[in-house]
């Protein structure tokens, strides 16, 4: 990053000119911009709110407040990790949002950006009826931005949140603890279904590892700052959500659903499966790979996604 660091501090003096300058500076070094905002701007906005403790609905009315001398090292601090180090935001914040919730997010998970947000919001409408829902599932829980969203629009429901990754779980555990949401949510050490209780679910819903490996070793240099298991799936991306499929039906209720996001591997499934009616699902926010199957469809085509395995 070019420039003295005192010639910066003694250079931008207030909120609109860290925001400026850092978003300047963000597109000059050619960043990538897709674990919670899309443009340079936006980046900048929020790690300059969050590091000066400001919520990120802040009142452009404020950004013309003078910063002390303490704030803007802070920021310079910041800005300059963003930019040599090409660590996504959310890490260096420890903080996403998912469905409007703040989430605890390390090196430990994948940052929380699925589309299945605005799903959780609309109460998976008109899928379900809300009222029915009573135990829902989240398969490959990650920080627990899933089940923890699907506990607020289901205040009556249980949710049981599984991971394989104990480091996961962890961190699943701390938002679980700040949202207090200990006695509605249980977190389960487990591979896909095999340590789960003995019964059925209204809703079953994952965002399981679904990249290719070769697509993997081509993402920008950001997604390296993440956990590669949470990417990882297989040669073609689909091992897990074979699995998933293949041993679903024995989870959900006559009048349940699956939904998994699959994201890039969307065309690669449906070409594996094309007697399959996968539901591909729209998201007004953006977003998408991400498909809908009701408990029929399921129990009709697991013998034709067991066949896969085998």
Known sequence: MTGDS????????????YIRWAASRFNEAGLFFGHGTDNALDEASCLVLHTLHQPYTLST?????VLTGEERRSL??????????KIPAAYLTHEAIFAGLSFYVDE?????????????????SPWVDSERVKNVL?????SGCIAIACAYAFPEAHVDALDLSEDALEVAAINRQRHQLQ?????????????LPEKKYDIIVSNPPYVARQEWQQLPTEYFAEPEVGFDGGQDGLDLVIRILAQAENHLCNHGILVVEVGSSAETLQKRFPEVPFYWLDF???????????ARQVQQFTPVFQATQS
């Open 76 to 85: 310079l601090n910041i800005i300059t990790q963003r930019i040599e180090k």
């Open 183 to 195: 006695e509605q949510v249980e977190l389960i050490h487990s591979d896909l279904f095999s340590a």
């Open 138 to 142: 989240d398969l490959c829980t990650g």
């Open 6 to 17: 005192s010639d910066i501090i003694d250079n931008l003096s207030t909120i609109r000119d």
């Open 108 to 124: 430990r998970v994948l940052i929380p950006r699925s589309p299945v947000a605005e799903l959780i919001e609309a109460h998976f």
């Open 284 to 294: 007004e926010r953006g977003g998408d790979g991400v498909f809908l199957l009701t």
């Open 61 to 65: 009315d404020y950004f013309d407040a």
